[in-house]
């Protein structure tokens, strides 16, 4: 399986952006989907943003849709979430995961469990 390392977290203000980054070990490009998950204190971890193998199927929680964009560089190894008009209730540890194109389903996008690779978290602090 794919080895994940989150980066990018950091404290902004409300209103302001973060860019997180995921970097693989390996191109996830045709071969891996990967979903930004993230736990905020006294909630479950939820899924944010996904993007499918070759990138044809983008999904956004809700209430994220507008603010968020997920990307990936096929010409590398990493994959970004661009965070915009951030608001406290994003603050929280952001994780990336990703399942082979053989077990991943869009269907079950939301489902932690689906996912065996998982980057260690990066930490996202928005201030009112």
């Known amino acids: 399986q794919v080895q994940l390392m989150d980066s990018g977290g950091g404290s902004v203000q409300a209103g302001g952006s973060l860019r997180l980054v995921c970097t693989a070990s390996?191109?996830?490009?045709?071969?891996?989907?990967v979903t930004w998950f993230r736990q905020r204190p006294g909630y479950e971890r939820e899924a944010v943003a996904y993007?499918?193998?070759?990138?044809?199927?983008?999904e956004y929680r809700s209430s994220v849709e507008g603010r968020f964009t997920i990307s990936r560089n096929n010409a590398d190894t990493t994959l970004h979430l661009q965070m915009n008009n951030l608001k406290p209730e994003d603050s929280g540890m952001y994780y990336c995961?990703?399942?082979?194109?053989?077990?991943?389903?869009?269907?079950?996008?939301?489902?932690?469990?689906?996912?065996?690779?998982w980057g260690q978290g990066t930490q996202v602090t928005v201030s009112s």
């Open positions: 995961a990703a399942e082979h194109d053989r077990t991943c389903q869009v269907h079950t996008w939301t489902r932690a469990a689906m996912y065996h690779s």
């Open positions: 390996e191109s996830t490009k045709d071969t891996y989907c």
């Open positions: 993007i499918s193998p070759w990138g044809s199927t983008i």
